[in-house]
């Protein structure tokens, strides 16, 4: 449970980021209040100096749209706002950088936004539910995606969001700097229960943490219930020799995560989260060259969860290896894929064929 506490101008700063976030935020206030007053202060001014006094004959200046006076004049009152808008704009993309860009040595973690709740999946298989747990002084990367609607991932002490989209994987980091307990908020309107959908995060000391972790699920990691679930869909069926490197049905998956694939009408795309999703939701969006589109979708028989226990599974199978070189891969059987579908209770899954993960 969070502590009550007093009030607070601001959240309470708990991250690596949170003091230049706050510093640029301070900044824009400060000068904004700036130049708000200073130009109160010159309506009211100029209003009285030069109000019009009864009895006063009113006496024009000749007027010069040339004049030198009134050039400085529009080009300082240009050149200042111009400035300091520059300013702003170099430090803000400075510090939208810092935060689009993860450590390559952070720990990563895995959130599902779900109308209304968080799930979170360790690597190491420990899930939680609306609940966070992390070491401190650690750099922490959140993969992320939603089951349905929209939602944001959002940590006020942190000074991190990020939009949780249906479909998609993003990503958010952070380095928590002090022990504690902070509130997770979704930042995106998500329907009749939004204002429930709230967690907590709790940072602990890395001994803490790891005794924490360490009475987690005993389901195994998230690579190991990812290999369960490939086996459990037929997947090995056509990429059986993916462990001797041999060639399969289908193309290797070792090596595969991180490569650039090559594709039959010649383009290259990175083997990253997204890029597997689609090949398993989608397999005939993005042929590999050499192979042919006889993988059928599985839309609908994986969920989000497994969809992310799946792609580690694919990770672990090997590092990145630069361009993959698929062998020629043999023959593909044409019979119908309906007579080769793999049964399970209550759900008749179809064969995957070659044109899937890795096509």
């Not at 708000?36 to 007027?63: C, D, Q, T, W």
């Not at 050039?71 to 240009?78: D, G, Q, R, S």
């Not at 997770?184 to 309107?189: K, L, T, V």
């Not at 890029?275 to 839309?299: C, H, N, W």
Request: aromatic share 12%; net charge negative.
């Amino acid at each position: 449970m969070l502590e009550a506490k007093s009030f607070e101008l601001f959240p309470e700063a708990a991250s690596s980021i949170a003091g230049h976030v706050d510093a640029f935020y301070a900044f824009m206030v400060l000068v904004s209040a700036f130049f708000s007053l200073l130009i109160a202060f010159l309506v009211v001014y100029f209003a009285y100096k030069y109000r019009h006094r009864p009895g006063e004959n009113i006496v024009y200046a000749p007027y010069d749209d040339h004049s030198l006076s009134a050039m400085l004049l529009e080009v300082v009152w240009t050149a200042i706002p111009l400035g300091l808008s520059m300013i702003m704009f170099v430090w803000g993309i400075s510090i939208y950088f810092t935060e689009a860009r993860p450590p390559v040595d952070s720990m990563e973690i895995f959130v599902t936004g779900k109308q209304w709740m968080w799930k979170i999946q360790h690597m190491e298989g420990a899930r939680e539910i609306n609940e966070l747990h992390i070491p401190v002084n650690r750099n922490v990367k959140l993969t992320m995606t939603s089951e349905d609607v929209i939602h944001d991932f959002f940590i006020p002490a942190f000074r991190t969001k990020a939009d949780v989209l249906p479909g998609r994987y993003t990503t958010e980091w952070f380095r928590a700097t002090k022990v504690g307990s902070y509130h997770i908020f979704c930042a995106e309107y998500c329907g009749t229960k939004h204002s429930g959908m709230i967690g907590t995060v709790t940072v602990m000391t890395e001994s803490a943490y790891n005794t924490w972790l360490g009475a987690g699920g005993g389901e195994g990691s998230m690579a190991e219930q990812g290999q369960a679930l490939f086996n459990q869909l037929g997947c090995g069926n056509c990429h059986a020799s993916i462990v001797n490197n041999q060639n399969g049905r289908c193309p290797n998956l070792v090596g595969l995560f991180g490569s650039t694939v090559e594709l039959k009408d010649g383009k290259q795309v990175k083997a990253d989260a997204s890029y597997i999703r689609e090949s398993v939701l989608y397999p005939q969006s993005k042929i590999v060259a050499g192979f042919d589109d006889y993988m059928p979708t599985f839309k609908g028989l994986i969920t989000e969860d497994g969809m992310l226990k799946l792609i580690e599974y694919i990770r672990s199978l090997g590092a990145k290896n630069g361009v993959i070189n698929q062998a020629t891969p043999l023959p593909v059987q044409t019979a119908d894929p309906a007579k080769a579908a793999i049964s399970k209770p209550g759900v008749a899954l179809p064969l995957p064929g070659s044109g899937g993960v890795a096509r």
